[in-house]
């Protein structure tokens, strides 16, 4: 007995012995340099504020519908800009692609060096009627108070295609001659997918041989107190971003009146292929999240080190009190959200047809197709016919060794010392995902400090931004211009 309890020990303190070892020699600090000769710009920040306000006034809107487009809207916005940055329309070509996004190049004069993208979208989000009043001031007034910049758009994603806009006028207007070509390209239906704006510039690059040394969207953002346990600012720098569908459930019945029901409506039946879909999320997986976490666990304490470096041992216990959060759950697996759903137009009336939207958000290692059919087998029910509406597939994972990334870290930790830079997976869509035909090094960031509080005002009512913001974003986009124009 006494050796048995003895063996027993022995193996325990092995066994602890690997764990604390793993916590202790796993993590180290990944940060980089921060680069040199990010001081204040000459700014003029009356003017810049001026600007932003106006660019706010266009209702670039995107809709679901594409019959509600408003042309007029994009080509005022145009015309807004030419007249905003003269310097920039007149030594950057402009291209037009599918009539609304743009395309400028700064021509560089050393051809050996690979350009560089940058990226943004003009249009916005819809504003609900019923929500009008509660906006602090209307949506699209672009109002100044109080040092904050209000309007739809503010955020996302005007804030990046002026903020680029204002650098790379002050870049010319101080004499920068590049040596490394420039392109920025500003799409006009992200909000929607981006199939007519960017994947068409995309595919305007590709027949023009044109390739990237790196692309840079935006995506990522400076979080401040969203990450646990860590009281630094943290960069996140979006590496790759999970892809989407939404698959159609339809249900045809006979229909009639209501006072003589089938047993199963066509509306009950739609109602139980939900349910079976939504009671059988998909797995959860830590291998998109782990990166993130490799980063920064040489600052997180030692009991989530340990556990974090031993996920032999804990991955079925960090899984459950990650799922416990919505949003950390979001990164584990490919999310499944019913959206939207149709039935009877009058509430005596038997459904003939009864339809459902179920929107997925795909894990990569999961493909379109792979989702489409878990749902057809967990549904099980020749009654339920399943359709997929456009979608796309998760993007590759950009590396985080490329001069690109190492260059918008150092340029955030130039910045500001304080800021940690992580790569993560980008739990929306983005514009970026099109581009990697066209360069391995797709990345995803604007510098915007999102807080616990301020980070529900993307797409929602009183979209805001402060000044001291927006003049942060100009003066990191003139410094990781300026680097990339040196070459």
Same mark, same amino acid.
């Given at each position: 007995?006494?050796?048995?309890?003895?063996?027993?020990?022995?193996?325990?303190?092995?066994?602890?012995?690997?764990?604390?070892?793993?916590?202790?020699?796993?993590?180290?600090?990944?940060?980089?340099?921060?680069? #040199?000769?990010?001081? +204040? =710009?000459? %700014? $003029? @920040?009356?003017?810049?504020?001026?600007?932003?306000?106006?660019?706010?006034?266009?209702?670039?809107?995107?809709?679901?519908?594409?019959?509600?487009?408003?042309?007029?809207?994009?080509?005022?916005?145009?015309?807004?800009?030419?007249?905003?940055?003269?310097?920039?329309?007149?030594?950057?070509?402009?291209?037009?692609?599918?009539?609304?996004?743009?395309?400028?190049?700064?021509?560089?004069?050393?051809?050996?060096?690979?350009?560089?993208?940058?990226?943004?979208?003009?249009?916005? #989000?819809?504003?609900? +009627? =019923?929500? %009008? $009043? @509660?906006?602090?001031?209307?949506?699209?007034?672009?109002?100044?108070?109080?040092?904050?910049?209000?309007?739809?758009?503010?955020?996302?994603?005007?804030?990046?295609?002026?903020?680029?806009?204002?650098?790379?006028?002050?870049?010319?207007?101080?004499?920068?001659?590049?040596?490394?070509?420039?392109?920025?390209?500003?799409?006009?239906?992200?909000?929607?997918?981006?199939?007519?704006?960017?994947?068409?510039?995309?595919?305007?690059?590709?027949?023009q041989g044109i390739t990237f040394e790196y692309v840079m969207d935006e995506g990522g953002v400076v979080v401040e107190g969203l990450i646990p346990d860590i009281d630094q600012p943290v960069a996140v720098i979006g590496?790759?971003?999970?892809?989407?569908?939404?698959?159609?459930?339809?249900?045809?019945?006979?229909?009639?009146?209501?006072?003589?029901?089938?047993?199963?409506?066509?509306?009950?039946?739609?109602?139980?292929?939900?349910?079976?879909?939504?009671?059988?999320?998909?797995?959860?997986?830590?291998?998109?999240?782990?990166?993130?976490?490799?980063?920064?666990?040489?600052?997180?304490?030692?009991?989530?080190?340990?556990?974090?470096?031993?996920?032999?041992?804990?991955?079925?216990?960090?899984?459950?009190?990650?799922?416990?959060?919505?949003?950390?759950?979001?990164?584990?697996?490919?999310?499944?959200?019913?959206?939207?759903?149709?039935?009877?137009?009058?509430?005596?009336?038997?459904?003939?047809?009864?339809?459902?939207?179920?929107?997925?958000?795909?894990?990569?290692?999961?493909?379109?197709?792979?989702?489409?059919?878990?749902?057809?087998?967990?549904?099980?029910?020749?009654?339920?016919?399943?359709?997929?509406?456009?979608?796309?597939?998760?993007?590759?994972?950009?590396?985080?060794?490329?001069?690109?990334?190492?260059?918008?870290?150092?340029?955030?930790?130039?910045?500001?010392?304080?800021?940690?830079?992580?790569?993560?997976?980008?739990?929306?869509?983005?514009?970026?995902?099109?581009?990697?035909?066209?360069?391995?090094?797709?990345?995803?960031?604007?510098?915007?400090?999102?807080?616990?509080?301020?980070?529900?005002?993307?797409?929602?009512?009183?979209?805001?931004?402060?000044?001291?913001?927006?003049?942060?974003?100009?003066?990191?986009?003139?410094?990781?211009?300026?680097?990339?124009?040196?070459?």
């Amino acid at each position: 007995m006494k050796k048995t309890i003895l063996g027993l020990l022995t193996i325990l303190f092995i066994i602890a012995a690997i764990l604390v070892f793993r916590a202790t020699t796993t993590f180290h600090d990944q940060q980089l340099e921060p680069a #040199v000769g990010i001081g +204040e =710009i000459n %700014l $003029d @920040e009356p003017g810049a504020v001026e600007r932003f306000s106006r660019a706010l006034t266009y209702p670039t809107i995107s809709y679901d519908d594409r019959s509600n487009f408003d042309a007029g809207a994009f080509r005022d916005f145009h015309a807004f800009l030419e007249t905003a940055y003269p310097l920039m329309h007149a030594r950057a070509s402009k291209t037009l692609v599918s009539d609304y996004s743009i395309v400028y190049h700064l021509m560089g004069s050393d051809p050996s060096l690979q350009p560089v993208l940058y990226m943004g979208h003009m249009d916005v #989000v819809p504003v609900e +009627e =019923i929500t %009008l $009043d @509660e906006w602090t001031y209307p949506p699209f007034s672009g109002e100044v108070a109080d040092d904050i910049i209000w309007g739809r758009g503010s955020v996302d994603d005007k804030f990046t295609v002026i903020a680029l806009m204002e650098a790379m006028e002050l870049l010319l207007s101080e004499g920068a001659q590049p040596n490394r070509s420039i392109y920025f390209a500003f799409g006009h239906d992200e909000e929607v997918g981006g199939k007519e704006g960017a994947a068409e510039v995309a595919k305007y690059f590709k027949s023009q041989g044109i390739t990237f040394e790196y692309v840079m969207d935006e995506g990522g953002v400076v979080v401040e107190g969203l990450i646990p346990d860590i009281d630094q600012p943290v960069a996140v720098i979006g590496v790759s971003e999970k892809g989407y569908v939404n698959l159609v459930l339809t249900v045809n019945a006979p229909g009639g009146h209501s006072s003589q029901p089938p047993a199963q409506t066509a509306l009950g039946i739609l109602s139980r292929a939900i349910v079976k879909v939504e009671d059988n999320p998909f797995p959860a997986r830590l291998d998109y999240f782990y990166p993130t976490f490799e980063t920064l666990g040489v600052e997180m304490p030692f009991s989530k080190r340990l556990v974090m470096s031993n996920l032999w041992l804990f991955s079925p216990l960090v899984k459950k009190v990650m799922l416990g959060n919505k949003d950390d759950a979001a990164g584990l697996r490919t999310t499944t959200a019913a959206t939207m759903a149709t039935g009877s137009p009058k509430s005596n009336i038997l459904p003939t047809r009864a339809t459902a939207v179920i929107n997925f958000r795909i894990l990569p290692g999961e493909t379109t197709e792979t989702v489409k059919q878990r749902v057809i087998d967990l549904i099980d029910d020749e009654r339920v016919e399943v359709t997929d509406e456009y979608g796309i597939n998760p993007s590759p994972i950009s590396p985080t060794n490329s001069r690109g990334y190492e260059l918008i870290s150092k340029t955030i930790r130039g910045m500001d010392e304080n800021i940690l830079v992580a790569p993560y997976m980008v739990r929306g869509g983005t514009d970026a995902r099109y581009f990697y035909s066209v360069s391995p090094n797709v990345y995803r960031f604007m510098f915007l400090r999102f807080r616990p509080d301020t980070i529900g005002y993307v797409h929602g009512i009183d979209e805001h931004v402060a000044t001291v913001s927006y003049f942060e974003a100009i003066r990191y986009y003139y410094h990781l211009v300026r680097q990339s124009m040196a070459g």
